[in-house]
């Protein structure tokens, strides 16, 4: 199949046809079996996002920053950003804080499908069910707070819907099982040989944790807090439902709903959505380059 | 490794199944909560209710017009379905067989609308399809569903793909099959189970993939989840039991597609790529 002496010469090169040389490059019918995937993406993807950005900078009324000036002048569109982060970022934080311990144990079981269809059901079942599930369940007559104040360990019911708090829990409701779930997937990942290793070494099972398992898992942790928070991020239903729309959930999705669909400016909406964006990659980059530096010495010894 | 478990260690493990026995308890009480109240005649202030009916099915289904809503969600769904998987899995044999210049920035681009939420690219895509005649009716909805299903699709199918011997392809080729040939009499055959795994994932994703249809839906191509976020955003128009109804139709649909899934796949797949196949 080799062709690679064929740039021998000139004349050589000339005498084979265009499509060989196209083939011999990987490009054949087979390749461009691609494109119409790629063509729908483009299409219905990147376009919109070009569109939308083009469209964020040709305001309804103004200049070319108009809707940028507006979204950061208004105390009721910028504050958006701090209400969603105040959300995204410690409930990303607990999912993972809780995922892991929990991972590293399911990893030694042998029997984890029961556990992990259990907790595939909300991510399958979606955010509307949840906010509506923990509607009835949250709520002040629903069975958390009846078996709280049957324990006694609370005398009238805690407000726990429409407000933060509702919100909150619907998102470890729907974000730790995909934390768990993804966290599972890059332990189980690890060669437990290396493990082995440590422990005829003598190290104990906090030493093997933070010197093997946490520098090895840096990476996949990294990649894990960044899908999970922007996921977390863009809550909607939920924060809608669940929460006080129009005070302390008020997140940067319904701004950009509420532009869109309410006030029809289409133009503001695409503002909104590319801020939205541009919150979660300046995230996304902090995280994967912190990863960087809080780990850089330690991994050196895993592969010797 | 675990012969000499200290008092700690124990305490430790205990700690971590009580947290997770906590978390699926408070789960499966949320979720039955909606069950006992969808039959409940009356529940206020007590441990169960007053009596039970289902009555709340039959006002559920005349109330929210949900004959036609399951239509509507099927259809969307099934093709959906069907065009991420034809545009997806001969995309993904491409990737799975091909090394060509600009494949990482191919892949990249398959990636991006799995990483990115829909609700950040749900808005311009909207503002981009109502531009268009797709704007607000079926076909709309089934296009937006389609960014995050088809790169879905690809990810499950190249290392599926990437796992078949490449000699059977050649001896087929030998034999003088064209592409189409080899697709049909040999590829589709021996993919079969990995297809069947990529689109049952897509089916469950699409009934419960909310924002996009949302976005793009007009009031004659609402999907049942879009009907139920209606529903329970204009609370107290209709009684709670009935709305809880409709959420257990909801979640009927959406399970037995999710335990037939199971079949054909590790429940891991729904949220990490199928990297861990032959595990």
């Known amino acids: ?32 079996l691609v494109v119409p995937a790629a063509l729908c993406v483009v299409l219905l993807f990147v376009y919109p996002f070009l569109y939308g950005l083009f469209l964020s900078f040709n305001p309804r009324e103004g200049s070319l920053f108009a809707n940028y000036a507006k979204f950061f002048a208004d105390a009721f569109l910028y504050e958006t950003i701090a209400k969603t982060l105040w959300l995204a970022l410690p409930v990303t934080l607990l999912n993972i804080l809780i995922s892991v311990p929990i991972a590293m144990r399911v990893r030694l079981i042998r029997r984890q499908k029961l556990l992990t269809t259990i907790l595939i059901l909300p991510i399958t079942l979606g955010t ?21 104040i049957f324990v006694s360990l ?20 729907t974000g730790f099982p995909f934390t768990f779930l993804l966290t599972l997937s890059y332990i189980t990942g690890i060669d437990p040989s290396l493990e082995q290793a440590a422990a005829t070494l003598g190290a104990n099972a906090r030493q093997r944790f933070a010197r093997l398992f946490l520098p090895l898992l840096a990476s996949g942790l990294a990649i894990t807090f960044c899908l999970s928070f922007v996921q977390a991020f863009s809550v909607f239903p939920s924060a809608v439902l669940l929460g006080a729309p129009a005070g302390s959930t008020r997140v940067i999705s319904i701004a950009a709903y509420e532009a869109a669909f309410e006030q029809y400016d289409y133009s503001l909406a ?18 994967l380059t912190g990863r960087g530096f809080l780990y850089r010495g330690a991994t050196t010894g895993g592969k010797g | ?76 769904v ?7 998987g034809l545009l997806g899995v001969p995309a993904a044999y491409a990737l799975a067989r091909r090394e060509f210049p600009g494949k990482r920035i191919v892949l990249l681009l398959f990636l991006l609308p799995i990483l990115v939420p829909p609700m950040t690219y749900g ?48 001896a087929a080729r030998v034999f003088g ?29 699409t009934i419960a993939m909310f924002e996009l249809t949302f976005l793009t839906a007009g009031p004659t191509s609402q999907t049942l989840v879009v009907a139920l976020y209606y529903s329970v955003f204009a609370a107290g128009v209709r009684a709670g039991q009935s709305i809880d109804a409709m959420a257990v139709i909801y979640m009927a649909t959406t399970l037995i597609w999710l335990l037939i899934a199971l079949r054909f796949v590790n429940p891991t797949q729904i949220v990490t790529r199928a990297k861990r196949q032959n595990a």
């Open chain 2, 123 to 170: 808005i311009p895509l909207t503002t981009v399809l109502y531009q268009s005649p797709f704007g607000g009716t079926m076909w709309g909805v089934i296009l937006a569903n389609l960014v995050p299903t088809v790169p879905f699709v690809i990810l499950v199918m190249v290392p599926f793909i990437e796992q078949i011997d490449p000699r059977i392809e050649q």
């Open chain 1, 1 to 32: 199949m080799s062709m690679a002496s064929a740039e021998i010469s000139p004349t050589v090169v000339d005498r084979v046809p265009l499509r060989i040389r196209l083939a011999n490059r990987g490009l054949d019918g087979v390749t461009l």
């Open chain 1, 128 to 148: 509307v069910l949840v906010a509506e599930g923990l509607l009835n369940y949250l709520g002040p007559q629903g069975w958390l707070n009846r078996t709280l």
């Open chain 1, 270 to 287: 695409s503002a909104i959505a590319m801020i939205m964006a541009a919150v979660q990659l300046v995230v996304v980059v902090v995280v």
């Open chain 1, 154 to 173: 609370i005398d009238s019911p805690i407000r726990l819907v429409h407000n933060y708090w509702g919100v909150f829990l619907s998102l470890v409701i």
């Open chain 2, 1 to 76: 490794m675990e012969q000499t478990q200290s008092v700690a260690t124990r305490l430790w493990a205990t700690a971590v199944w009580v947290v997770v026995g906590f978390f699926v308890l408070n789960l499966l009480a949320m979720i039955a909560t909606v069950v006992v109240n969808s039959f409940a005649t009356r529940w206020l202030g007590t441990w169960l209710p007053a009596g039970y009916t289902t009555r709340w099915y039959f006002s559920a289904w005349s109330e929210f017009q949900l004959y036609y809503v399951l239509i509507v969600t099927f259809q969307i």
């Open chain 2, 177 to 205: 099959a064209g592409t189409f040939r080899l697709f049909a009499h040999v590829l589709v055959p021996l993919l079969i189970p990995g297809i069947l795994a990529a689109l049952l994932l897509v089916l469950v994703r």
């Open chain 2, 78 to 84: 099934g093709a959906v379905v069907l065009l991420s």
